[in-house]
């Protein structure tokens, strides 16, 4: 299993620029996630989904999107970047029905909007 | 809704000697408490997890955590660190009944180890 991947692993954007951040995952995981981390401010939420089709708002959702058609993926889009996008992004993945179960997460893609 | 904070930013440790991070919680709920690691330019793994039964919960690479409910406390140990042990800890906290299982996570305790 390669887990939870997450492309591209860098980008630099330019303010007013769109792109998405791709994730997939390939344990079957129902439940996926996107966070960002600030430095020195741990992570945020930003969009959940507990399976296809459904999506939901995190804490720090302004400015971004998401879709859900596959279990396996969970795009993350930014329209119009802006500088206060900068950080660096972590998808992760988790089993589906509620308990203690971990999450799984990406190596993170790291993006700067100048 | 929760909180989780860490009150360590940063913690210098020298080789060999211990170390302890610590996370208090607040939640009108009863939850489960988790510790993730990220090293350098990686992603977060999971070091452990409290979900009921023992206070006493035990991890990977030689570390364990304590659980206080009287004090909404969840402070993660090692007795001796290895240089590898270099990294950023981060407490969490799921509400088990919570929509998504959704995480919250502390600010990070940033562990720097010396030789």
């Known amino acids: 299993n390669a887990g939870v991947t997450q492309t591209p692993k860098f980008r630099i954007l330019k303010i007013g620029q769109s792109m998405t951040l791709q994730c997939t995952q390939d344990?079957?995981?129902?439940?996926m996630y996107w966070y960002r981390q600030d430095p020195g401010m741990g992570l945020k939420l930003i969009y959940y989904?507990?399976?296809?089709?459904?999506?939901d708002k995190g804490e720090v959702p302004n400015g971004y999107n998401v879709s859900r058609s596959t279990t396996e993926d969970f795009p993350l889009r930014l329209e119009l970047a802006a500088p206060s996008q900068t950080s660096v992004y972590f998808c992760?993945?988790?089993?589906?029905?509620?308990?203690?179960?971990?999450?799984?997460f990406g190596p993170g893609t790291r993006l700067t909007v100048t | 809704a929760q909180s989780v904070t860490q009150l360590d930013s940063q913690v210098p440790v020298f080789e060999e000697a211990p170390v302890e991070l610590r996370c208090n919680y607040s939640?009108?709920?009863?939850?489960?408490l988790f510790w993730y690691v990220q090293y350098p330019n990686q992603g977060l793994q999971l070091l452990l997890k409290?979900?009921?039964?023992?206070?006493l919960v035990k991890g990977i690479n030689g570390f364990e955590a304590e659980f206080n409910k009287s004090q909404t406390s969840f402070h993660l140990r090692k007795p001796s660190v290895h240089i590898s042990d270099t990294a950023e800890y981060f407490c969490?906290?799921?509400?088990?009944?919570?929509?998504?299982?959704?995480?919250?996570f502390g600010g990070g305790t940033r562990v720097l180890v010396k030789p």
């Open positions: 939640s009108s709920v009863s939850v489960y």
């Open positions: 969490a906290v799921s509400a088990d009944k919570a929509a998504g299982n959704k995480l919250t």
């Open positions: 409290y979900l009921s039964g023992s206070t």
């Open positions: 344990m079957n995981h129902n439940y």
């Open positions: 992760a993945s988790k089993k589906q029905g509620s308990g203690p179960y971990e999450q799984y």
């Open positions: 989904s507990v399976g296809a089709g459904i999506t």
